[in-house]
């Protein structure tokens, strides 16, 4: 059984920075692409950056030149650096396994607070 724990998160004034971490057990991720995902209150859980196994990265046009995805595939480790941190950035943060893959059980997720 794979288990997802992410930290991180926090009270961050707008314009800051945080970085969020996501460790796993159970499964090594260097054999996955890997996703971080937010929910924002009443919303959908939407996807907010993907690292391939070759450490090619994506990002939510929302999140674009301010965030960036990262790994760690000794530590089996994902990272999520977080700069110039918005309002509309709050949100509960995930980690998980990208498709074609199932998702593995979720994690109780870090939460971001962004303001002033």
């Known amino acids: 059984q794979v288990q997802l724990v992410e930290s991180g998160g926090g009270l961050v004034q707008p314009g800051g920075s945080l970085r969020l971490s996501c460790v796993g057990s159970g499964s090594p991720f260097r054999f996955f692409a890997m996703d971080w995902y937010r929910r924002a209150p009443g919303q959908q859980r939407e996807l907010v950056a993907t690292i391939s196994i070759g450490d090619n990265t994506t990002y939510a046009d929302a999140v674009k030149g301010r965030f960036t995805i990262s790994r760690d595939n000794v530590k089996n480790m994902l990272y999520l650096q977080m700069n110039s941190l918005k309002v509309e950035d709050t949100a509960v943060y995930y980690c998980?396994?990208?498709?074609?893959?199932?998702?593995?059980?979720w994690g109780q997720g870090t939460q971001v607070t962004v303001s002033s």
């Open positions: 998980n396994r990208a498709i074609p893959f199932p998702s593995w059980p």
